[in-house]
């Protein structure tokens, strides 16, 4: 069965950086596109960035443009978001899922505070 499994999350000044893993299996990991997602409380949830399958596209929100970057390695079936200059409004659960077929990890808690 697919699961995924996000890790790296925590808590983290203004500024400061994180990255996040989602670890893949069930599925030919390599054929999907990816994303990451997040959600903040009283919010919905945001697509914050994309990428395909080869890993040679990727497509960011605007609000986390130029800090956050997407990224994969097929060969750990696992996709990444390093997220740099982190600001308290990135605070959320990050969620990765499986563009298509629609499944969901259980999220990892980012929290950015002083």
């Known amino acids: 069965q697919v699961q995924l499994v996000e890790s790296g999350g925590g808590l983290v000044q203004p500024g400061g950086s994180l990255r996040l893993s989602c670890a893949a299996s069930?599925?030919?990991?390599?054929?999907?596109?990816m994303s990451w997602y997040r959600q903040a409380p009283g919010k919905e949830r945001e697509l914050v960035a994309t990428?395909?399958?080869?890993?040679?596209?990727?497509k960011y929100a605007d609000s986390v443009k130029g800090r956050f970057t997407i990224s994969r390695d097929n060969a750990k079936n696992t996709v990444y978001l390093q997220m740099n200059n982190l600001k308290p409004e990135d605070t959320a659960v990050y969620y990765c899922?499986?563009?298509?077929?629609?499944?969901w990890g259980q999220g990892t808690q980012v929290t950015v505070s002083s």
């Open positions: 899922k499986v563009v298509v077929l629609g499944y």
């Open positions: 069930g599925f030919t990991f390599s054929s999907y596109a």
């Open positions: 990428i395909t399958g080869a890993g040679s596209i990727t």
